[in-house]
């Protein structure tokens, strides 16, 4: 049995279960990791209590893609991602990822999850393909050093990119490895890190970087391995590569990954903005799922997913915040409201668009069934206790407290949330990470990507 902890008192407690329950004026009594029971006055035993009076409380959100190493490439006057052509851009970025080492993985890991957490998350995925010769085989050992350090769950994909350039890739040597080199690094990973039981806050996803970018070799052998040890599987998919797979393969993307199988329930796919109806169709028939990543969309003018149309046709959609590459920071309260209002710009001519609460289930429900987490997503008895509270009685919310639900799509609570719990311990209180020094790890951090990133690298500052 683990610590009892019983929350009091909060003004309304959004579960997002499957009945669309909402408490007000009422506990939730966490027994270790888990939830026990949420109701009025609950007059069980406690270790220890939280005043949740004047608090909404709601699911932590889930986070399905991302790419943490690329947090310390942002902000850049060299990069005007709406301005520039994929190539242009390919070219700028991967000078600076050439550079990184795992002191920049880790302390850009940290610097990530730190916004995620601040902002509602409680369960991350990362797609980690940045491998150089100075990180080595370290990334995800890093990123898990990172994890543990601030509480939050965590699941690691492991990336790759197998194609030279001169076979098409767009990917410099350096950072090329080899599917040998990519599947020993897996198998260690997953030995080492992955955790299938309930409630586990370390998980490894085998995750290729993109069909176009590695040999067909690497996408069947992911598909192997990762069915035999029983890890998911996740790639970038339908953003802007079809027409090289046509010629290259003779067919398009999600038919090539169909046909060495990778897809199925335990596979979500990043973006798909460039999928057919009929494709999307085939996904929901599957049981793949889609990262919905509304900022690169948004920033490179891309086409906008129909979410509703989605829902209808049973395709399971979540919710990235993306890498900084493309998205400049990591809030996904912020992507939540983004991904919101971009279905509200579509309404006229798509028949509708789904509920601001809708989107939050996508961010909280979807992302736990992305990622196989039926212990996460929602709260009720038996669920992870995995939550954020929003201080209701913040001067800027006066007059919405009448609907909780709709709240954080609709009205948007973009600053930092009150609390974030995880697995039942309080990980971010009323501005301050538990149990890690901010200050410290920030001026390491930003020592780090001085000397390693921005002192040496000419593409931090020279326009083309
Ligand atoms: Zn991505």
């Not at 991350?124 to 990172?146: K, N, S």
């Not at 020993?184 to 990973?189: F, P």
């Not at 999928?275 to 891309?302: I, W």
């Not at 990470?433 to 951090?445: N, P, S, T």
Request: hydrophobic share 35%.
């Amino acid at each position: 049995m683990g610590k009892k902890i019983l929350i009091k008192n909060a003004q309304a407690i959004v579960t997002c279960d499957e009945s669309d329950t909402i408490y007000y004026d009422a506990d939730m009594l966490v027994d270790g990791p888990s939830i026990v029971a949420i109701g009025k006055n609950i007059d069980r035993p406690y270790d220890e209590t939280i005043d949740a009076a004047g608090k909404f409380i709601y699911p932590g959100l889930i986070n399905t893609h991302h790419h943490f190493f690329q947090t310390f490439v942002r902000n850049l006057r060299t990069i005007d991602y709406p301005n520039m052509t994929v190539p242009q851009w390919l070219d700028k970025i991967y000078r600076i990822f050439q550079r990184i080492n795992g002191d920049v993985i880790y302390y850009s890991t940290l610097t990530a999850l730190s916004d995620l957490i601040k902002h509602g998350c409680t369960t991350a995925f990362d797609h980690q393909y940045c491998y150089t010769t100075a990180t080595g085989d370290t990334p995800v050992d890093r990123q898990m050093q990172a994890a543990k350090e601030l509480g939050i769950r965590y699941h690691a994909g492991r990336g790759a990119n197998t194609l030279p350039r001169e076979q098409g890739s767009t990917i410099p040597e350096n950072m090329l490895e080899t599917t040998d080199k990519f599947l020993r690094d897996c198998e260690r990973i997953i030995g080492l890190y992955h955790d299938p039981e309930p409630f586990s806050m370390s998980r490894i996803v085998m995750a290729p970087c993109q069909p176009m970018n590695s040999y067909k070799e690497t996408f069947e052998e992911t598909v192997a391995m990762a069915r035999k040890n029983r890890v998911f599987m996740h790639t970038h998919l339908g953003e802007g590569e079809n027409e090289t797979m046509v010629q290259r393969w003779g067919k398009r993307t999600l038919t090539w990954c169909e046909d060495i199988g990778f897809a199925g329930p335990d596979v979500w796919y990043a973006h798909c903005w460039e999928l057919t109806a009929e494709e999307f169709e085939r996904m929901a028939k599957a049981g793949t799922g889609v990262s919905h990543c509304p900022a690169p969309a948004v920033l490179g003018g891309f086409p906008i997913l129909s979410i509703k149309w989605l829902n209808e046709i049973g395709v399971n959609v979540s919710l990235g915040c993306d890498g900084s590459a493309t998205n400049d920071s990591s809030n996904l309260l912020d992507s939540l409201r983004m991904a919101y209002t971009m279905q509200c710009y579509y309404s006229k001519e798509r028949r509708g668009a789904i509920s601001a609460y809708d989107m939050l289930k996508i961010a909280t429900v979807g992302g736990a069934k992305t990622l196989g987490r039926t212990d996460l997503g929602s709260l009720s008895a038996g669920k992870g206790a995995d939550l954020f509270m929003v201080d209701a009685r913040s001067l800027e919310l006066t007059g919405t407290e009448h609907d909780p639900a709709n709240l954080l799509a609709r009205v948007g609570v973009t600053g930092n949330v009150f609390l974030t719990m995880i697995n039942g311990r309080t990980v971010y209180r009323d501005g301050t990470l538990q149990g890690v020094d901010e200050h410290r790890l920030r001026a390491e951090g930003e020592a780090v990507c001085d000397r390693v990133l921005r002192q040496p690298c000419e593409a931090f500052h020279t326009l083309f």
